[in-house]
C-alpha cells in the first residue's frame, strides 16, 4: 500500500470514529430526576430499614447474654457513627462502623457477628447514622467516651436511694 493511499483511509478511519463517537455522545443525557412517588418510595425503605435497625439495636437475641446494644449506647448515634472509620483498639486496627457493631456482638454480647452486607447490618448502620443525621461527619474524630456505670440491676438495691 502506498504512503498516499495509506494517509487516505486513515483519514477516513479517523472521520469515521469522530462521527460515531459524536453520535453517542449525543445520544447520551444525564438521568432524569426522580418523581416524587419514586423519592417517596425511596425514602420508604430507608424508613424501614431505620425501624429494622432500632428493632435489632435494642433486640438481646443477637447476644446470647441478655445484653442488646442499646445496652452500652442507648441509641445508635451513641456509637458516634459520624468517627468511622478509624483506629480501635478493640479491634487493633483502622475499622469500620460495621467492624465494631460485629465486635460488640461478639465479644460482650456472646453473639454470633452479622454478615457485613447482610440487611440486619445495613439496617443497623442505617438506624445508627439516622439517629446521628445532621452531625458533620468526621472520621478518625475521638469521641470515646467513659462507660456509665449501671447502678439498678441483680445485686444493687432496687429503691430510689440505689438510683442515683
Known amino acids: 500500500m502506498n504512503n498516499r493511499r495509506f494517509k487516505t483511509l486513515t483519514t477516513a478511519v479517523v472521520a469515521v470514529c469522530t462521527l460515531a463517537t459524536m453520535f453517542v455522545v449525543s445520544n447520551v443525557q444525564a438521568k432524569k430526576p426522580f418523581s416524587g412517588a419514586e423519592a417517596e418510595d425511596q425514602v420508604n425503605m430507608l424508613m424501614a430499614a431505620v425501624k429494622r435497625g432500632d428493632d435489632l439495636w ?45 465486635w460488640c456482638i461478639s465479644v460482650p454480647m456472646l ?19 439516622y439517629t446521628h443525621r445532621g452531625v458533620a ?25 440505689g438510683n442515683r
Do not use: F
Open 137 to 161: 461527619i468526621a472520621p478518625a474524630k475521638d469521641e470515646q467516651h467513659g462507660a456509665v456505670p449501671v447502678v439498678s440491676g441483680p445485686g444493687y438495691p432496687n429503691a430510689d436511694s
Open 111 to 129: 453473639g454470633k457477628p452479622l454478615a457485613p452486607d447482610s440487611d440486619d447490618m445495613i439496617a443497623m448502620e442505617a438506624y445508627a447514622m
Open 58 to 102: 435494642h433486640n438481646p437475641k443477637l447476644g446470647t447474654n441478655g445484653l442488646a446494644c442499646g445496652n452500652c449506647h442507648p441509641d445508635g448515634s451513641a456509637s458516634n457513627p459520624h468517627t468511622w472509620p478509624k483506629y480501635q483498639t478493640n479491634l487493633g486496627k483502622v475499622g469500620t462502623l460495621r467492624e465494631m457493631i460485629n
